[in-house]
């Protein structure tokens, strides 16, 4: 009966479906890989909330070049840790960070490079603040920042990707995304390869920032694309099962279409 799947036709539709069904599986596994990634950073970001902090050394490695360099990026094990550090902020360079979302507001992150003893700096997200009347990107009012010596408690947040243009608006730097690698090239000092999002300081800082939120990643989006690409897998080789048994009893005369009735033929109901 399924000898006509030897046949050139049915042999290149056998190959396609399972083309098809072996990339669906691919894409499956390939956010299977995502999940597991996501589930991590999640993980980590739980443990960093309840873990002491470490010194900063222990978390980031020190810059080596010289100013406007940048040093390595945290490793995966250490991102969203908690660390501490002691330095004097620097109030020439500022950082406002545009078109940044926190409960649905859209305003400002202020970056302060916090200069360490060494002369190497680290980024510190001082937290969110809105902006002037006026609009989304007008300039805010920034509080001061604290003189003299200042001691940080924050989490590792690795260097956001692409970055965009960085610019000078009366007197601060400003930009659309965190890049640590592009602002540390308007900076006069080693830079490390990550930010601190504030968590603490000493003295305390302004009570008008808002502390930007640390969002888990919604890593059961990705489980159930994998649960998607799965059932797709399977449902294209079912689909070439059912197709060829449909044949295979066609061509048996086991699914010949019976005769329609002719009810006018049929004699009349008796009164």
Avoid: C
């Avoid at 969203?80 to 902020?89: E, L």
């Avoid at 507001?105 to 003893?117: D, H, M, R, S």
């Avoid at 008008?208 to 890593?219: D, K, L, Q, Y």
């Avoid at 897998?233 to 005769?259: H, N, Q």
Wanted: hydrophobic share 45%; net charge positive.
């Amino acid at each position: 009966m399924y000898r006509f799947l030897l046949t050139p036709r049915w042999l290149g539709a056998l190959a396609l479906t399972l083309v098809a069904a072996a990339v669906m599986v691919m894409l499956g596994n390939w956010q299977l890989d995502r999940y597991h990634a996501r589930t991590a950073v999640n993980e980590r970001i739980d443990a960093g909330s309840r873990m002491a902090p470490a010194p900063l050394r222990d978390a980031l490695p020190a810059p080596t070049g010289g100013a406007g360099s940048v040093g390595a990026a945290p490793a995966e094990r250490v991102e969203w840790s908690r660390v501490t550090a002691t330095g004097r902020y620097d109030a020439d360079n500022v950082v406002l960070v545009r078109g940044r979302t926190v409960e649905s507001k859209v305003g400002f992150e202020v970056l302060a490079p916090l200069v360490l003893a060494d002369g190497t700096a680290v980024l510190v997200d001082r937290g969110w603040i809105p902006p002037a009347p006026g609009g989304a990107v007008a300039m805010p009012q920034v509080p001061d920042l604290p003189a003299g010596e200042v001691t940080v408690v924050g989490r590792v947040h690795p260097s956001e990707p692409g970055g965009g243009e960085v610019s000078r608006r009366d007197g601060r730097l400003e930009t659309r995304r965190i890049a640590v690698g592009k602002l540390a090239r308007e900076l006069p000092y080693p830079l490390h390869g990550a930010y601190l999002l504030l968590d603490e300081q000493t003295p305390a800082d302004n009570p008008s920032f808002r502390a930007v939120p640390i969002g888990h990643t919604n890593n059961w989006q990705n489980f159930g694309y994998v649960i998607q690409w799965w059932i797709f897998a399977a449902m294209s080789l079912v689909g070439y099962g059912w197709v060829a048994r449909r044949e295979a009893r066609r061509a048996a005369g086991l699914d010949t279409p019976k005769a329609p009735v002719d009810r006018a033929a049929e004699p009349a109901a008796s009164a």
